[in-house]
Protein backbone atom coordinates (compact mmCIF):
# COMPACT_ATOMS: atom_id res chain seq x y z
CA UNK A 1 0.00 0.00 0.00
CA UNK A 2 1.06 3.44 -0.64
CA UNK A 3 -0.36 6.86 0.72
CA UNK A 4 0.56 10.28 -1.09
CA UNK A 5 -0.47 13.17 0.38
CA UNK A 6 -1.30 16.11 -2.30
CA UNK A 7 -2.90 18.52 -0.61
CA UNK A 8 -3.92 19.56 2.70
CA UNK A 9 -5.58 21.95 4.99
CA UNK A 10 -6.63 21.67 8.86
CA UNK A 11 -6.35 18.30 9.23
CA UNK A 12 -7.40 16.90 5.78
CA UNK A 13 -5.80 15.53 2.69
CA UNK A 14 -6.23 14.90 -0.90
CA UNK A 15 -4.61 11.84 -1.06
CA UNK A 16 -3.97 9.04 -3.41
CA UNK A 17 -4.53 5.43 -2.15
CA UNK A 18 -3.24 2.85 -3.65
CA UNK A 19 -4.87 -0.46 -3.89
CA UNK A 20 -4.81 -3.85 -6.03
CA UNK A 21 -7.86 -2.92 -7.81
CA UNK A 22 -6.18 1.00 -8.41
CA UNK A 23 -5.61 4.31 -7.03
CA UNK A 24 -8.43 6.10 -5.77
CA UNK A 25 -8.41 9.66 -4.13
CA UNK A 26 -9.14 10.59 -0.73
CA UNK A 27 -11.44 12.05 0.87
CA UNK A 28 -13.47 9.17 -0.24
CA UNK A 29 -16.97 7.78 -0.12
CA UNK A 30 -17.94 4.56 -0.19
CA UNK A 31 -21.43 4.74 -0.87
CA UNK A 32 -22.98 1.07 0.65
CA UNK A 33 -23.93 -1.93 -1.32
CA UNK A 34 -26.08 -4.61 -0.21
CA UNK A 35 -26.66 -7.00 -2.90
CA UNK A 36 -30.43 -8.24 -1.58
CA UNK A 37 -31.93 -4.65 -1.86
CA UNK A 38 -30.11 -2.37 -4.19
CA UNK A 39 -31.73 0.27 -6.10
CA UNK A 40 -28.88 1.76 -7.63
CA UNK A 41 -26.90 -1.50 -9.57
CA UNK A 42 -22.71 -1.06 -8.77
CA UNK A 43 -22.08 -0.85 -12.24
CA UNK A 44 -23.81 2.53 -12.64
CA UNK A 45 -22.68 4.00 -9.27
CA UNK A 46 -19.16 4.18 -10.75
CA UNK A 47 -19.63 5.00 -14.69
CA UNK A 48 -22.94 7.20 -14.07
CA UNK A 49 -21.92 8.79 -11.23
CA UNK A 50 -18.35 8.68 -11.14
CA UNK A 51 -17.72 7.27 -7.78
CA UNK A 52 -14.42 5.11 -7.62
CA UNK A 53 -15.40 2.77 -4.80
CA UNK A 54 -17.69 0.77 -2.68
CA UNK A 55 -18.38 -0.94 0.49
CA UNK A 56 -20.59 -3.89 0.85
CA UNK A 57 -20.77 -6.42 4.29
CA UNK A 58 -19.20 -9.39 4.01
CA UNK A 59 -20.54 -11.22 6.37
CA UNK A 60 -24.17 -10.64 4.64
CA UNK A 61 -22.03 -12.13 1.62
CA UNK A 62 -21.13 -15.29 3.17
CA UNK A 63 -24.95 -15.54 5.08
CA UNK A 64 -27.12 -15.12 1.81
CA UNK A 65 -24.88 -15.67 -1.09
CA UNK A 66 -22.30 -18.89 0.70
CA UNK A 67 -19.28 -19.54 -2.17
CA UNK A 68 -20.87 -17.25 -4.96
CA UNK A 69 -19.05 -14.11 -4.45
CA UNK A 70 -16.21 -16.79 -4.13
CA UNK A 71 -16.22 -18.26 -7.18
CA UNK A 72 -17.20 -15.44 -8.96
CA UNK A 73 -15.27 -13.01 -7.11
CA UNK A 74 -15.81 -10.03 -5.20
CA UNK A 75 -15.70 -7.87 -8.02
CA UNK A 76 -17.40 -9.53 -11.21
CA UNK A 77 -20.00 -11.05 -8.67
CA UNK A 78 -21.18 -6.97 -7.62
CA UNK A 79 -20.85 -6.13 -11.40
CA UNK A 80 -17.81 -3.25 -10.36
CA UNK A 81 -14.89 -2.72 -11.25
CA UNK A 82 -13.58 0.04 -9.02
CA UNK A 83 -12.26 -0.51 -5.25
CA UNK A 84 -14.45 -2.60 -2.79
CA UNK A 85 -14.41 -2.29 0.65
CA UNK A 86 -15.99 -5.00 2.56
CA UNK A 87 -16.66 -4.38 6.44
CA UNK A 88 -17.18 -7.63 9.01
CA UNK A 89 -20.39 -7.90 10.37
CA UNK A 90 -19.06 -5.33 13.74
CA UNK A 91 -22.56 -3.30 12.67
CA UNK A 92 -24.86 -6.58 13.12
CA UNK A 93 -23.02 -7.17 16.29
CA UNK A 94 -24.14 -3.98 17.70
CA UNK A 95 -27.33 -4.25 16.57
CA UNK A 96 -28.37 -7.77 17.29
CA UNK A 97 -25.86 -9.18 19.82
CA UNK A 98 -23.95 -12.11 17.49
CA UNK A 99 -23.56 -12.86 14.34
CA UNK A 100 -22.92 -16.54 13.09
CA UNK A 101 -19.65 -16.18 12.12
CA UNK A 102 -16.00 -16.22 13.40
CA UNK A 103 -12.95 -13.46 13.28
CA UNK A 104 -10.99 -16.02 11.34
CA UNK A 105 -13.92 -17.38 9.18
CA UNK A 106 -14.66 -13.78 8.28
CA UNK A 107 -10.66 -12.83 7.44
CA UNK A 108 -10.60 -16.05 5.09
CA UNK A 109 -13.74 -15.09 3.56
CA UNK A 110 -12.72 -11.48 2.72
CA UNK A 111 -9.68 -12.92 1.53
CA UNK A 112 -11.60 -15.66 -0.79
CA UNK A 113 -13.42 -13.15 -2.62
CA UNK A 114 -11.09 -10.61 -3.25
CA UNK A 115 -11.67 -7.82 -1.04
CA UNK A 116 -9.04 -4.45 -1.84
CA UNK A 117 -9.85 -2.95 1.40
CA UNK A 118 -11.03 -5.57 4.32
CA UNK A 119 -11.83 -5.35 8.25
CA UNK A 120 -11.83 -6.95 10.72
CA UNK A 121 -14.43 -8.89 13.11
CA UNK A 122 -14.28 -5.88 15.80
CA UNK A 123 -16.21 -5.90 18.91
CA UNK A 124 -18.14 -2.30 18.79
CA UNK A 125 -18.51 -0.92 22.07
CA UNK A 126 -21.76 0.96 21.48
CA UNK A 127 -23.07 3.96 22.68
CA UNK A 128 -24.95 3.10 26.09
CA UNK A 129 -22.02 0.81 26.96
CA UNK A 130 -21.02 0.74 30.70
CA UNK A 131 -17.38 0.86 31.31
CA UNK A 132 -16.91 -2.75 31.94
CA UNK A 133 -17.98 -3.65 28.87
CA UNK A 134 -16.32 -1.09 27.02
CA UNK A 135 -13.14 -2.24 28.52
CA UNK A 136 -14.25 -5.79 27.12
CA UNK A 137 -14.61 -4.59 23.22
CA UNK A 138 -12.13 -2.90 23.62
CA UNK A 139 -9.38 -6.02 24.55
CA UNK A 140 -11.32 -8.36 22.49
CA UNK A 141 -10.83 -6.35 19.85
CA UNK A 142 -7.13 -5.83 20.45
CA UNK A 143 -6.93 -9.52 20.47
CA UNK A 144 -8.79 -10.16 17.49
CA UNK A 145 -6.39 -7.69 15.57
CA UNK A 146 -3.23 -9.28 16.90
CA UNK A 147 -4.43 -12.63 15.51
CA UNK A 148 -4.83 -11.28 12.06
CA UNK A 149 -1.23 -11.12 11.24
CA UNK A 150 -0.85 -14.76 12.38
CA UNK A 151 -4.28 -16.01 10.08
CA UNK A 152 -4.20 -14.05 7.19
CA UNK A 153 -2.58 -15.30 4.10
CA UNK A 154 -2.63 -12.80 1.07
CA UNK A 155 -0.62 -9.41 1.24
CA UNK A 156 -2.49 -7.73 -1.33
CA UNK A 157 -5.09 -6.90 0.57
CA UNK A 158 -5.54 -3.50 3.18
CA UNK A 159 -6.19 -4.07 6.49
CA UNK A 160 -8.27 -1.81 8.29
CA UNK A 161 -7.79 -1.73 12.28
CA UNK A 162 -11.04 -0.88 13.80
CA UNK A 163 -10.49 1.71 17.73
CA UNK A 164 -12.99 0.99 19.95
CA UNK A 165 -13.87 2.80 23.18
CA UNK A 166 -16.90 4.74 22.24
CA UNK A 167 -17.66 7.78 24.70
CA UNK A 168 -14.85 6.59 27.18
CA UNK A 169 -12.01 8.38 25.70
CA UNK A 170 -9.06 7.10 27.32
CA UNK A 171 -10.28 3.96 26.59
CA UNK A 172 -10.17 5.30 22.62
CA UNK A 173 -6.76 7.01 23.30
CA UNK A 174 -5.75 3.41 24.63
CA UNK A 175 -7.56 1.16 21.75
CA UNK A 176 -5.53 3.55 19.16
CA UNK A 177 -1.81 3.44 20.92
CA UNK A 178 -1.98 -0.66 20.70
CA UNK A 179 -4.17 -0.44 17.56
CA UNK A 180 -1.83 1.67 15.88
CA UNK A 181 1.41 -0.05 17.05
CA UNK A 182 0.07 -2.87 14.78
CA UNK A 183 0.55 -2.81 10.91
CA UNK A 184 -2.58 -2.20 9.58
CA UNK A 185 -2.90 -0.27 6.31
CA UNK A 186 -5.93 1.84 7.16
CA UNK A 187 -7.66 2.84 10.77
CA UNK A 188 -11.17 3.20 11.63
CA UNK A 189 -13.22 4.54 13.93
CA UNK A 190 -16.16 2.16 15.36
CA UNK A 191 -19.34 2.79 16.89
CA UNK A 192 -19.72 6.26 16.16
CA UNK A 193 -23.25 5.27 14.27
CA UNK A 194 -25.24 6.06 17.02
CA UNK A 195 -23.50 9.05 18.48
CA UNK A 196 -24.26 10.86 14.52
CA UNK A 197 -27.91 9.30 14.59
CA UNK A 198 -28.32 11.40 17.82
CA UNK A 199 -26.70 14.10 16.57
CA UNK A 200 -24.19 14.35 19.06
CA UNK A 201 -21.73 15.68 17.04
CA UNK A 202 -19.74 17.38 19.89
CA UNK A 203 -19.02 13.80 21.16
CA UNK A 204 -17.94 12.99 17.87
CA UNK A 205 -14.91 15.25 18.22
CA UNK A 206 -13.80 13.98 21.16
CA UNK A 207 -13.98 10.53 19.45
CA UNK A 208 -12.03 11.24 16.31
CA UNK A 209 -9.22 13.41 17.41
CA UNK A 210 -8.83 11.07 20.52
CA UNK A 211 -8.31 8.60 17.70
CA UNK A 212 -6.22 10.69 15.63
CA UNK A 213 -4.09 11.70 17.93
CA UNK A 214 -3.05 8.41 19.24
CA UNK A 215 -2.65 6.76 15.61
CA UNK A 216 0.07 7.06 13.05
CA UNK A 217 -0.84 10.55 11.22
CA UNK A 218 0.37 9.01 8.39
CA UNK A 219 -2.17 6.28 7.70
CA UNK A 220 -5.75 6.46 6.35
CA UNK A 221 -8.64 6.86 8.90
CA UNK A 222 -11.68 5.66 8.01
CA UNK A 223 -14.74 6.79 10.08
CA UNK A 224 -17.81 3.95 9.90
CA UNK A 225 -21.44 5.32 9.07
CA UNK A 226 -21.00 9.09 8.40
CA UNK A 227 -23.65 9.51 5.73
CA UNK A 228 -25.37 12.60 5.74
CA UNK A 229 -23.77 15.22 3.05
CA UNK A 230 -24.06 17.90 5.42
CA UNK A 231 -21.72 16.62 8.05
CA UNK A 232 -18.65 15.40 5.75
CA UNK A 233 -17.04 18.23 6.05
CA UNK A 234 -16.66 18.24 10.11
CA UNK A 235 -15.30 14.70 9.50
CA UNK A 236 -13.03 15.71 6.67
CA UNK A 237 -11.61 17.89 8.80
CA UNK A 238 -10.83 16.11 11.48
CA UNK A 239 -8.71 13.67 9.35
CA UNK A 240 -11.03 11.18 8.18
CA UNK A 241 -10.01 10.27 4.69
CA UNK A 242 -12.61 8.03 4.44
CA UNK A 243 -16.01 7.74 5.33
CA UNK A 244 -19.22 5.51 3.63
CA UNK A 245 -23.09 5.76 3.31
CA UNK A 246 -25.80 3.85 3.62
CA UNK A 247 -28.34 7.18 4.27
CA UNK A 248 -28.29 7.99 0.30
CA UNK A 249 -30.88 4.40 -0.14
CA UNK A 250 -32.59 3.97 3.47
CA UNK A 251 -33.58 7.75 2.95
CA UNK A 252 -34.94 7.49 -0.25
CA UNK A 253 -37.21 4.92 0.57
CA UNK A 254 -38.46 6.92 3.54
CA UNK A 255 -38.91 9.38 0.76
CA UNK A 256 -36.49 11.61 2.08
CA UNK A 257 -34.42 14.04 -0.09
CA UNK A 258 -30.74 15.31 0.59
CA UNK A 259 -29.41 18.29 0.50
CA UNK A 260 -25.71 20.31 1.69
CA UNK A 261 -27.49 21.56 4.79
CA UNK A 262 -30.08 18.71 5.79
CA UNK A 263 -32.82 16.62 5.00
CA UNK A 264 -36.50 17.53 3.30
CA UNK A 265 -39.27 14.95 3.07
CA UNK A 266 -40.39 15.19 -0.39
CA UNK A 267 -44.25 16.47 0.25
CA UNK A 268 -42.48 18.98 2.23
CA UNK A 269 -40.76 20.27 -1.26
CA UNK A 270 -42.67 22.70 -3.87
CA UNK A 271 -39.23 23.44 -5.76
CA UNK A 272 -36.41 21.33 -5.68
CA UNK A 273 -33.25 23.13 -4.26
CA UNK A 274 -30.52 21.33 -6.79
CA UNK A 275 -29.72 21.28 -10.34
CA UNK A 276 -28.47 17.44 -10.61
CA UNK A 277 -29.47 15.35 -14.16
CA UNK A 278 -32.32 13.98 -11.74
CA UNK A 279 -33.68 16.90 -10.08
CA UNK A 280 -33.48 19.54 -13.08
CA UNK A 281 -36.08 17.41 -15.43
CA UNK A 282 -38.53 16.76 -12.85
CA UNK A 283 -41.17 18.49 -9.88
CA UNK A 284 -41.40 17.23 -6.39
CA UNK A 285 -44.99 16.75 -7.46
CA UNK A 286 -43.65 14.80 -10.83
CA UNK A 287 -41.92 12.44 -8.40
CA UNK A 288 -44.72 12.15 -5.73
CA UNK A 289 -46.66 10.68 -8.45
CA UNK A 290 -44.36 8.05 -9.49
CA UNK A 291 -44.91 4.56 -8.47
CA UNK A 292 -43.10 3.51 -4.98
CA UNK A 293 -40.07 1.65 -6.52
CA UNK A 294 -39.64 4.55 -9.39
CA UNK A 295 -39.49 7.11 -6.58
CA UNK A 296 -37.70 5.26 -4.47
CA UNK A 297 -34.49 5.28 -7.20
CA UNK A 298 -34.89 8.63 -8.30
CA UNK A 299 -34.61 9.90 -4.77
CA UNK A 300 -31.56 7.60 -4.37
CA UNK A 301 -30.07 8.73 -7.67
CA UNK A 302 -30.44 12.21 -6.28
CA UNK A 303 -29.21 11.43 -2.73
CA UNK A 304 -25.99 10.00 -4.52
CA UNK A 305 -25.45 13.41 -6.51
CA UNK A 306 -25.90 15.51 -3.65
CA UNK A 307 -23.42 13.55 -1.68
CA UNK A 308 -21.03 13.10 -4.48
CA UNK A 309 -21.16 17.29 -5.58
CA UNK A 310 -20.53 17.96 -1.46
CA UNK A 311 -17.20 15.92 -1.44
CA UNK A 312 -15.95 17.74 -4.65
CA UNK A 313 -16.83 20.95 -2.85
CA UNK A 314 -14.61 19.90 0.16
CA UNK A 315 -11.75 18.69 -2.35
CA UNK A 316 -12.01 22.60 -4.15
CA UNK A 317 -12.01 24.35 -0.27
CA UNK A 318 -8.97 22.04 0.75
CA UNK A 319 -7.33 23.01 -2.70
CA UNK A 320 -8.01 26.52 -2.45
CA UNK A 321 -7.17 26.41 1.38
CA UNK A 322 -10.59 27.66 2.28
CA UNK A 323 -12.12 24.06 4.20
CA UNK A 324 -12.23 26.03 7.64
CA UNK A 325 -14.43 28.51 5.90
CA UNK A 326 -16.47 26.19 4.33
CA UNK A 327 -17.03 24.07 7.69
CA UNK A 328 -18.22 27.24 9.60
CA UNK A 329 -20.56 27.88 6.36
CA UNK A 330 -21.82 24.18 7.19
CA UNK A 331 -21.61 24.57 10.79
CA UNK A 332 -24.39 27.52 11.05
CA UNK A 333 -26.92 25.10 9.00
CA UNK A 334 -27.29 23.38 12.51
CA UNK A 335 -26.66 23.99 15.78
CA UNK A 336 -25.35 20.66 16.62
CA UNK A 337 -22.36 21.28 14.03
CA UNK A 338 -21.89 24.44 15.03
CA UNK A 339 -21.49 23.33 19.10
CA UNK A 340 -18.94 20.64 17.25
CA UNK A 341 -17.01 23.18 15.52
CA UNK A 342 -17.12 25.51 18.96
CA UNK A 343 -15.23 21.93 20.37
CA UNK A 344 -12.07 22.42 18.41
CA UNK A 345 -10.76 24.87 20.71
CA UNK A 346 -10.19 21.89 22.90
CA UNK A 347 -7.77 20.70 19.92
CA UNK A 348 -6.42 23.68 18.43
CA UNK A 349 -3.04 23.01 19.19
CA UNK A 350 -2.87 19.63 17.65
CA UNK A 351 -4.74 20.81 14.82
CA UNK A 352 -2.52 23.83 14.41
CA UNK A 353 0.81 21.66 14.46
CA UNK A 354 -0.58 19.59 11.80
CA UNK A 355 -2.08 22.28 9.70
CA UNK A 356 -0.11 24.13 6.58
CA UNK A 357 1.44 27.37 7.21
CA UNK A 358 0.88 28.88 3.88
CA UNK A 359 -1.87 28.55 1.46
CA UNK A 360 -3.12 29.61 -1.56
CA UNK A 361 -5.84 32.28 -0.75
CA UNK A 362 -6.12 34.39 2.76
CA UNK A 363 -8.85 33.92 5.81
CA UNK A 364 -12.19 35.28 5.80
CA UNK A 365 -12.57 36.03 9.91
CA UNK A 366 -16.51 36.07 10.29
CA UNK A 367 -16.98 35.51 14.08
CA UNK A 368 -15.16 34.16 17.25
CA UNK A 369 -15.56 30.71 16.18
CA UNK A 370 -12.78 31.45 14.24
CA UNK A 371 -10.31 32.07 16.74
CA UNK A 372 -9.62 28.51 16.96
CA UNK A 373 -8.93 28.16 13.62
CA UNK A 374 -4.82 27.12 13.13
CA UNK A 375 -3.81 30.53 11.49
CA UNK A 376 -5.03 32.51 14.48
CA UNK A 377 -3.64 29.71 17.25
CA UNK A 378 -0.07 29.71 15.42
CA UNK A 379 0.60 33.75 15.20
CA UNK A 380 -0.09 33.57 18.72
CA UNK A 381 2.06 30.94 19.43
CA UNK A 382 5.26 31.93 17.56
CA UNK A 383 4.91 35.62 18.80
CA UNK A 384 5.21 34.61 22.19
CA UNK A 385 7.80 31.80 21.38
CA UNK A 386 9.53 33.34 18.27
CA UNK A 387 9.10 37.13 18.03
CA UNK A 388 11.34 39.97 20.22
CA UNK A 389 11.03 43.55 20.16
CA UNK A 390 13.65 46.03 19.01
CA UNK A 391 16.37 45.89 21.57
CA UNK A 392 16.09 49.59 21.76
CA UNK A 393 12.59 49.75 22.57
CA UNK A 394 11.58 51.95 24.97
CA UNK A 395 8.20 53.07 23.24
CA UNK A 396 5.07 50.82 22.42
CA UNK A 397 2.38 52.63 20.15
CA UNK A 398 -0.12 50.63 19.59
CA UNK A 399 -2.27 51.18 16.67
CA UNK A 400 -5.81 50.47 15.85
CA UNK A 401 -5.77 48.33 12.59
CA UNK A 402 -6.75 49.32 9.03
CA UNK A 403 -8.64 48.82 6.16
CA UNK A 404 -5.70 48.93 3.92
CA UNK A 405 -3.38 45.92 4.21
CA UNK A 406 0.02 45.56 4.73
CA UNK A 407 -0.78 48.28 7.34
CA UNK A 408 2.24 49.82 7.32
CA UNK A 409 1.26 51.05 3.45
CA UNK A 410 -1.97 52.63 4.86
CA UNK A 411 -2.82 56.53 5.42
CA UNK A 412 -3.36 55.66 9.15
CA UNK A 413 0.73 54.44 9.33
CA UNK A 414 1.75 57.31 7.13
CA UNK A 415 0.40 60.07 9.06
CA UNK A 416 2.20 58.41 12.40
CA UNK A 417 5.16 58.29 10.63
CA UNK A 418 5.48 61.39 9.59
CA UNK A 419 4.67 62.78 12.91
CA UNK A 420 7.46 60.66 14.56
CA UNK A 421 9.65 62.49 11.72
CA UNK A 422 8.78 65.92 12.50
CA UNK A 423 9.40 65.67 16.45
CA UNK A 424 12.28 62.84 16.97
CA UNK A 425 15.84 62.49 15.91
CA UNK A 426 17.20 59.10 14.85
CA UNK A 427 18.24 57.98 18.24
CA UNK A 428 14.73 59.15 19.55
CA UNK A 429 12.78 57.14 16.48
CA UNK A 430 14.62 53.80 17.10
CA UNK A 431 13.33 53.62 20.93
CA UNK A 432 9.91 53.44 19.37
CA UNK A 433 8.20 50.45 18.18
CA UNK A 434 4.63 50.58 16.87
CA UNK A 435 2.14 47.24 16.71
CA UNK A 436 -1.21 46.72 15.62
CA UNK A 437 -3.64 45.45 17.80
CA UNK A 438 -6.61 43.92 15.85
CA UNK A 439 -8.71 41.19 14.72
CA UNK A 440 -8.60 37.79 14.72
CA UNK A 441 -4.65 37.67 15.17
CA UNK A 442 -4.34 40.19 18.23
CA UNK A 443 -1.14 41.82 18.16
CA UNK A 444 0.59 42.54 14.80
CA UNK A 445 3.95 44.33 14.79
CA UNK A 446 4.74 46.50 12.43
CA UNK A 447 7.83 43.84 11.15
CA UNK A 448 5.51 41.23 10.42
CA UNK A 449 2.60 42.98 9.01
CA UNK A 450 3.34 41.47 5.34
CA UNK A 451 3.76 37.74 7.07
CA UNK A 452 1.11 35.30 5.79
CA UNK A 453 -2.27 35.74 6.75
CA UNK A 454 -1.17 38.82 8.58
CA UNK A 455 -2.32 40.95 5.53
CA UNK A 456 -3.90 38.26 3.56
CA UNK A 457 -7.14 38.27 5.76
CA UNK A 458 -10.88 40.17 5.76
CA UNK A 459 -12.66 40.41 8.59
CA UNK A 460 -16.13 42.31 9.17
CA UNK A 461 -15.57 45.22 11.67
CA UNK A 462 -16.52 45.41 14.55
CA UNK A 463 -15.79 42.57 15.93
CA UNK A 464 -17.93 40.28 18.19
CA UNK A 465 -17.49 40.65 21.89
CA UNK A 466 -16.04 37.26 22.41
CA UNK A 467 -13.41 38.47 19.39
CA UNK A 468 -12.65 41.39 21.56
CA UNK A 469 -12.27 40.29 24.77
CA UNK A 470 -9.46 37.88 22.53
CA UNK A 471 -7.51 40.63 21.51
CA UNK A 472 -7.80 42.29 24.82
CA UNK A 473 -6.12 39.55 26.17
CA UNK A 474 -3.26 39.54 23.53
CA UNK A 475 -2.59 42.94 24.09
CA UNK A 476 -2.08 42.39 27.73
CA UNK A 477 0.07 39.40 27.27
CA UNK A 478 2.34 41.45 25.02
CA UNK A 479 2.54 43.90 26.97
CA UNK A 480 3.39 41.70 30.44
CA UNK A 481 6.42 39.62 28.32
CA UNK A 482 7.75 42.86 27.23
CA UNK A 483 10.01 45.49 28.38
CA UNK A 484 8.47 48.79 26.88
CA UNK A 485 8.78 51.93 29.51
CA UNK A 486 6.01 53.42 28.26
CA UNK A 487 3.01 52.57 26.18
CA UNK A 488 1.13 54.65 24.15
CA UNK A 489 -2.65 53.31 22.72
CA UNK A 490 -4.27 54.94 19.76
CA UNK A 491 -8.01 54.36 20.64
CA UNK A 492 -10.63 53.78 18.15
CA UNK A 493 -12.94 53.62 20.09
CA UNK A 494 -16.24 53.26 17.31
CA UNK A 495 -14.82 49.87 16.59
CA UNK A 496 -13.22 48.61 20.22
CA UNK A 497 -15.32 50.66 22.62
CA UNK A 498 -13.40 50.32 25.95
CA UNK A 499 -12.37 46.57 26.52
CA UNK A 500 -8.95 46.77 24.60
CA UNK A 501 -7.77 50.29 26.16
CA UNK A 502 -8.95 48.68 29.75
CA UNK A 503 -6.70 45.65 29.20
CA UNK A 504 -3.78 47.84 28.12
CA UNK A 505 -4.31 50.49 30.71
CA UNK A 506 -4.42 47.42 33.35
CA UNK A 507 -1.20 45.77 32.28
CA UNK A 508 0.72 48.91 32.22
CA UNK A 509 0.07 49.30 36.09
CA UNK A 510 0.96 45.91 36.99
CA UNK A 511 4.33 46.38 34.79
CA UNK A 512 4.78 50.02 36.47
CA UNK A 513 5.02 51.12 32.59
CA UNK A 514 4.00 54.55 31.90
CA UNK A 515 0.35 54.94 29.80
CA UNK A 516 -1.06 57.00 27.70
CA UNK A 517 -4.27 56.64 25.10
CA UNK A 518 -5.47 59.27 22.54
CA UNK A 519 -8.78 58.27 20.83
CA UNK A 520 -8.21 59.01 16.57
CA UNK A 521 -11.28 60.43 16.37
CA UNK A 522 -9.74 63.87 16.81
CA UNK A 523 -6.31 65.87 16.33
CA UNK A 524 -4.53 62.76 17.66
CA UNK A 525 -1.10 63.85 15.91
CA UNK A 526 -1.00 66.97 17.73
CA UNK A 527 -2.16 65.29 20.91
CA UNK A 528 0.56 62.74 20.31
CA UNK A 529 3.25 64.76 19.61
CA UNK A 530 2.54 67.36 22.18
CA UNK A 531 3.44 64.21 24.50
CA UNK A 532 6.07 62.71 22.83
CA UNK A 533 7.99 66.19 22.79
CA UNK A 534 7.36 66.45 27.02
CA UNK A 535 6.16 62.58 28.02
CA UNK A 536 7.23 63.41 31.51
CA UNK A 537 3.39 64.69 31.55
CA UNK A 538 2.26 61.27 31.07
CA UNK A 539 0.23 59.71 32.94
CA UNK A 540 1.34 57.26 35.20
CA UNK A 541 -1.51 54.71 36.34
Not at 161 to 171: A, C, E, M, T
Not at 498 to 526: Q, R, Y
Request: glycine share 6%; charged share 25%; hydrophobic share 40%.
Amino acid sequence: MSFEVKDKDLLARIGKLQTKSGVVETPLLFPVVNPTVQPIPPKRIREEFGFEALITNAYILKKRFKNEPVEKGLHNFLGFNGVVMTDSGAYQILVYGDIETTPEEIVAYQEQIGSDIATILDWPTGWKATRKHAEQTVEETLKRAHALFQTKTRDDVLWVGPVQGGRYLDLVAKSAREMGALPFHIHALGSPTEVMENYRFDVLVDMILTAKMNLPIERPLHLFGAGHPFMFVLAVALGCDMFDSAAYAIYAKEGRYMTETGTARLEELEYFPCSCPKCSGKTPKDVAEMPPSERHVFLAEHNLYACLSEIRRIKQAIREGRLWEHLELRAHGHPALLQALKKLKKYEDFIEKHSPASKPSGVFFFSQVGLSRPEVVRHRLRLSERFTPPLEAEILILAPQTKTKPYHRSGFYKKLAKTFRKILNAEELAKVHVCFYEAPFGIVPVELDEVYPLSQHEIALPPDVETVEYVAAQVANYINRTTYKTVIFLNDRETWGEKVLEACKKACMEKNAIFKSFDVEGDWTKSLADFLKNPVRSEVP
